[in-house]
């Protein structure tokens, strides 16, 4: 996909912001800019009851953040991703970031900014986080990254491209899964029930003459993660 990271570990959006206006993005020009930015900004300093930032100035900062994103690349769509939700049901900062994605929401232009909010998919049906997916209810665990797919309608990896990944995106074809992963793959067979010929997948077309005696084997091959 030709992509790059730029996040750190730990970012702030004041931090992200040095790097923006210090070069960081003045030699790339990306069709799609994918943010996720603020979470570090909400709740308080480690072992303190001091704030890290307002809600106001979380979400000044990821405004910011976004403002200049679009000034240094103009032609870049921007997926801006809600900050994923945290801490227990009731804790303040649940409802803290529940506040600055309200807000952020409204930074979509549904042109060149989009608004994305996938933290429903982190979330049991009574709104908790399971500790499997966040163990600390904060940083995710391999099945936690494991939640977010942009379905790009293709099964073949050469079909898979930046456009068709960035339109899935735009259009919010997102959706969550642990698995099982489901290949399906079809191949003829003789008069004799032998295979030949090669296998298609989904999205080809196989064509079969009964008079003569051929058939069609189906495979159907699962896989899924340790977990």
Do not use: C
């Not at 073949?156 to 068709?164: G, L, M, N, R, V």
């Amino acid at each position: 996909l030709q992509a790059a990271n730029f996040g750190i570990d730990g970012d702030r959006t004041q931090h992200l912001l040095w790097r923006l206006q210090h070069g960081a993005v003045d030699g790339p020009a990306p069709k799609v800019v994918v943010l996720l930015i603020g979470t570090n900004n909400a709740g308080n300093e480690r072992n303190s009851d001091v704030p890290r930032n307002t809600t106001a100035e979380a979400i000044a900062g990821v405004t910011l953040v976004v403002q200049t994103l679009r000034a240094k690349l103009p032609d870049a769509t921007i997926l801006l991703l809600g900050l994923l939700p945290r801490g227990e049901t009731d804790s303040p900062i649940r409802a803290q970031i529940g506040e600055i994605n309200r807000a952020l929401s409204g930074l979509d232009d549904g042109r060149r900014i989009r608004f994305l909010d996938i933290g429903p998919s982190f979330l049991s049906p009574d709104g908790s986080l399971s500790r499997e997916i966040m163990p600390d209810l904060l940083h995710m665990s391999e099945a936690g990254y494991a939640r977010t797919y942009a379905k790009v309608g293709v099964d073949k990896p050469a079909d898979f491209t930046p456009a068709k990944y960035a339109d899935a995106i735009r259009t919010q074809k997102a959706f969550a899964t642990n698995g099982p992963f489901i290949k399906l793959t079809a191949r003829k067979l003789d008069g004799a029930g032998l295979p030949f010929g090669p296998s298609v997948e989904v999205g080809d077309t196989i064509s079969v003459s009964p008079g003569a005696g051929e058939g069609l084997e189906l495979t159907v091959d699962i896989q899924a993660p340790e977990w």
